[in-house]
């Protein structure tokens, strides 16, 4: 899983509340992403930054919010306004992605809405 | 638009035989292709990618993958599989056509089955 950690591994919410899921990466990496993972859907882009103070949406954004104040750390929100929060979530990071480079992915969080 | 199809949910393959995971693409200009390996509630692991140039790309475990540009695929082979290759493989794709291509788009996965 390289040097991307995500916290907490399990999470688990109440409707109405909003939770914040945890991504760190050491790699000194420009670009990071967070994905969804649902059972047979593949990974869809929620969001993604490129460079600090900077994000763009990705395919599937409503109901969620992100941040990118440090090149280390990019979490993100899940608020109440996403209407089916269940999924494993991913965090990646690449040098630049503006250049074909590989993403680093971290372990995961699998949040599940009570 | 890019896309990727993964053509098979699941391949079964006995451990010794040569093993091949599907992937075709859609892509506006060139593609940029990956493949990545999943194991249960893990984050991904890149193996292999195709930028340019030789189209049979060796990559990590002994993978490789041959690109081909008239039949628009890009498949996943080993020469020999392993129980321990049992997985969930994807393939992503990305178009190097022009600023605000940076995204990836992954096919659905192909869980890969080997049998002792």
């Known amino acids: 899983d390289g040097g991307i950690t995500q916290s907490p591994k399990y999470l688990f919410r109440k409707e109405g509340q909003n939770v914040t899921l945890s991504c760190e990466q050491n790699?000194?990496?420009?670009?990071m992403y967070w994905y969804r993972q649902d059972p047979g859907q593949g990974l869809r882009l929620i969001y993604y930054s490129q460079i600090v103070n900077d994000f763009q949406k990705g395919d599937i954004a409503e109901g969620y919010s992100v941040s990118r104040e440090k090149k280390e750390s990019f979490p993100l929100t899940v608020t109440s306004a996403q209407k089916n929060p269940t999924a494993f979530y991913l965090c990646?990071?690449?040098?630049?992605?503006?250049?074909?480079?590989?993403?680093?992915f971290g372990p995961g969080t699998r949040l599940t809405v009570l | 638009a890019q896309s990727v199809a993964q053509p098979e949910d699941q391949v079964n393959v006995a451990e010794g035989n040569p093993l091949t995971v599907k992937c075709t693409y859609s892509v506006s200009g060139n593609p940029y292709l990956f493949w990545y390996v999943q194991y249960p509630n893990r984050g991904l692991q890149f193996l292999l990618k195709y930028i340019t140039g030789d189209n049979l790309v060796k990559g990590s475990y002994g993978f490789e993958a041959e690109f081909n540009k008239s039949q628009t695929s890009f498949h996943l082979k080993k020469p020999s599989a392993l129980v321990s290759d049992s997985a969930l493989y994807f393939c992503?794709?990305?178009?190097?056509?022009?600023?605000?291509?940076?995204?990836?788009?992954f096919g659905k996965g192909t869980k890969l089955s080997v049998i002792p």
């Open positions: 790699l000194n990496h420009d670009a």
């Open positions: 992503a794709v990305r178009d190097n056509s022009g600023a605000g291509s940076y995204q990836l788009t």
């Open positions: 990646a990071s690449s040098i630049h992605s503006g250049v074909p480079n590989e993403q680093f």
